[in-house]
């Protein structure tokens, strides 16, 4: 079923329990867990890493929330830069922890956490200003842990976490910014997914609206990364993304992949040297 399909019957139903229900639980797909039972092995050799390589990690927000959170350390040190992972809607670590261990097998130190509500974080109702609130303590941890000021590091946001990286890089610029499958904003997804006549608030009570911030964001190379085949958040609207973004920016179009697939699609060594080339690019800026 596509999620143009799945998310129309969602809003169905929803009118028919009244118009002041909000689809949050839709955008907010949130697992809690007591423990984490991620590993260092994963399911395939690009996503396993040493032993000894994932450090657990408690997050301290300033609004007293907790969040669970990992670092990951790359096999190479020091390595080609360090990372905040911004993951997607559904799940929590154990689910997203794949992608950062990719990442650290291509030399990068990655901290990856739960948002507010999901894995083992305080389990409080996420809010767009809560997640930034998030997004910020994460920041601040990262750069102590690098021993880098917060705009040297690379944001790497995937599905729901490009809105959330965008959000962040809004109010704290990074060095770089990769942004894989995203959405333009709450609206765009809506108008895009339900051809319904119906508001955007029917779907979430936040905006996202990664389109507005990168319209307005200076200064910040962006990458974005999209598939051909994706039909839960089609590619055009990193297309829409790149033409509002200003320079420099990169749009790669991965051929045959969908939402979930891009660095299996892309092989190992494009999707290697394609942040490769993002980081060399952006270490030439003045």
């Known amino acids: 079923m596509s999620r143009g399909v799945r998310l129309g019957a969602v809003l169905l139903a929803a ?13 907010y797909a949130r697992v809690l867990v007591n ?17 000894g390589s994932l450090e657990p990690v408690t ?3 300033e609004d007293g929330v907790r969040l669970g959170a990992v670092y990951v350390k790359s096999p190479q040190q020091p390595p080609r830069a360090h990372v905040l992972y911004f993951h997607g809607i559904c799940c929590n670590l154990d689910v997203h922890v ?5 990442l650290a097998n291509l030399g990068y130190d990655v901290l990856v956490f739960d948002y507010r509500g999901w894995g083992m974080s305080t389990n409080v109702p996420p809010t767009e200003a809560g997640l930034l609130a998030d997004s910020r303590a994460a920041l601040g941890w990262l750069s102590a842990r690098a021993g880098l000021p917060p705009e040297r590091l ?16 809004a109010h704290h610029p990074p060095t770089g910014l990769v942004l894989e499958s995203p959405f333009s904003s709450v609206e765009g997804l809506m108008r895009d997914s339900s051809h319904m006549d119906l508001p955007a608030g029917f779907l979430s009570q936040s905006a996202w609206d ?7 964001l200076e200064g910040v190379p962006l990458l974005l990364l999209h598939g051909t085949e994706d039909d839960f958040v089609r ?5 829409r993304l790149y033409a509002v973004a200003r320079e420099p920016k ?37």
């Not at 423990?35 to 032993?51: I, L, R």
């Not at 590619?235 to 297309?239: A, G, I, T």
């Not at 979930?260 to 030439?284: C, K, N, Q, W």
């Open 15 to 27: 009118v028919g329990w009244g118009a002041c229900y909000a689809l949050d639980p839709f955008l």
């Open 35 to 51: 423990q984490y039972s991620y590993t260092a092995e994963g399911g395939s050799p690009e996503e396993s890493v040493p032993p």
């Open 59 to 61: 997050l301290e927000v």
């Open 98 to 102: 794949d992608r950062p261990k990719r």
């Open 154 to 169: 690379v944001y790497y946001g995937r599905s729901f976490g490009t809105a959330v990286a965008t959000q962040l890089a």
């Open 210 to 216: 990664t389109e507005g911030r990168l319209r307005a």
């Open 235 to 239: 590619p055009e609207f990193s297309d």
């Open 250 to 286: 990169r749009l790669v179009r991965v051929d045959g992949a969908n939402h979930d697939d891009i660095p299996a699609r892309m092989g190992s060594v494009a999707y290697a040297r394609t942040l490769e080339s993002f980081l060399a690019d952006i270490h030439t800026q003045p």
